[in-house]
């Protein structure tokens, strides 16, 4: 639980990367009987990217349910932002 709590994006780390990261924690933890709710995993993605995303985060607080937003269609909404800030 120390790893989901503390859990942050590394510098130079992709959206890819970091979902790969994420995920392999929560499945461990499930593994333990710890179930984590999709919207405890959409709010730690949340806060856990660093400043480059700041405003994407703005953006998707204000313009989605985040207590409904599926995870996965949040990280392919910030992959796509992330080929976009990529180019």
């Known amino acids: 639980m120390n790893q989901f709590e503390s859990f942050k994006m590394k510098q130079g ?10 995920s392999s924690i929560c499945n461990e933890l499930e593994s333990l009987g710890r ?7 959409v709010r730690k993605i949340l806060v856990s ?3 480059r ?3 994407k985060v703005t953006v998707v ?3 989605k349910n985040i207590s409904t937003l599926p995870y ?3 990280i392919g909404s ?8 990529d180019d």
């Open 35 to 41: 179930v984590i709710m999709e919207k405890d995993k």
């Open 53 to 55: 995303w700041v405003f």
């Open 49 to 51: 990217l660093n400043g």
């Open 72 to 74: 996965r269609d949040l």
């Open 13 to 22: 780390e992709t959206i890819s990367q970091l979902s790969a990261r994420f």
């Open 78 to 85: 910030l992959m796509a932002h992330e080929l976009y800030l």
């Open 61 to 63: 607080q204000e313009s």
